[in-house]
């Protein structure tokens, strides 16, 4: 049903997917196919696409371009093999949906006009400010649906986390790199969310555990830039045990106050010193 209604309840049913606490772990379970496994367009679509957007023939750009291998509710990505450049032995092309931006614009419509009507007959609705939130969902689309600055949230990512040996992004293939199209390294690794085969193959989960922990707080607090978009669908695993983030749409930035306000609250919890974090929420 998410899936009809269009790709802004898709993003609903990924962010829902991540939360078993609050629909249960069948739910959740059934509601991860729409991280990655949509249903996929058509590949020659995506080399239209492609040969518009590069200004030349697929061929002069790859040497082969396979069908989609994960398709979600903005873009879907290929497997091609560069005719030269940094990354000729395998890379990840990124294609928007046909159409997507169009789709996104009609669902917000309907956003707004449920926001302002919840604002106007429900008056403690107001305070959680339902148009402010669908402008925030508005600006992020705007800036995920341009593939240009997913491209260099991954080379700041990179630059912030090069001392960081337990984790790693992919290479950016700039010159074949738009606004609709983005090409990276390929990454080969176990999803973050098969735990049966990340245990087959012999991985700490603890250890992956706290290595997903630090380098998110380091992200966050070290450089307020993070990954705000990490679900399993966006993490793995590679052949030396190094945890990969691939997806880098959605970003987040805090302001020295906030980050100092987030470790004041964490630092709170871990101490149960529960009295001066509600301080700092207030704060």
Request: net charge negative.
């Amino acid at each position: 049903m998410l899936t009809i209604l269009g790709p802004s309840y898709i993003k609903l049913g990924q962010f829902l997917a991540t939360r078993p606490d609050i629909i249960g772990m069948k739910g959740a379970a059934g509601l991860a196919a729409l991280q990655d496994r949509l249903d996929p367009f058509a590949a020659s679509e995506a080399e239209a696409e492609i040969e518009r957007e590069l200004k030349s023939p697929i061929g002069e750009l790859f040497q082969s371009f396979g069908a989609p291998v994960a398709a979600a509710s903005i873009a879907q990505v290929h497997h091609g093999e560069p005719v030269d450049g940094p990354l000729v032995a395998g890379a990840a092309v990124k294609v928007l949906r046909p159409g997507v931006e169009r789709r996104f614009a009609n669902d917000l419509e309907g956003f707004y006009l449920a926001a302002r009507i919840a604002e106007l007959v429900h008056a403690p609705t107001r305070r959680l400010r339902p148009v402010d939130v669908v402008a925030t969902l508005e600006r992020s689309v705007d800036l995920e649906m341009d593939l240009r600055l997913e491209a260099a949230a991954i080379s700041e990512m990179a630059e912030n986390m090069a001392d960081y040996p337990e984790f790693r992004v992919p290479v950016v293939d700039w010159g074949r790199t738009s606004r609709r199209v983005l090409t990276t390294e390929w990454i080969d690794g176990i999803s973050l969310g098969d735990i049966a085969a990340l245990e087959a193959s012999g991985h700490d989960l603890k250890k992956l555990a706290g290595t997903l922990i630090q380098t998110f707080l380091s992200q966050a607090l070290d450089h307020g830039f993070f990954h705000a978009d990490m679900h399993p669908g966006n993490l793995f695993i590679d052949d030396v045990g190094r945890l990969v983030a691939v997806d880098f749409g959605i970003m987040g930035r805090l302001g020295m106050k906030e980050r100092r306000f987030l470790a004041e609250i964490l630092w709170g919890f871990i101490t149960r010193d529960y009295k001066r974090t509600a301080e700092v929420h207030f704060e």
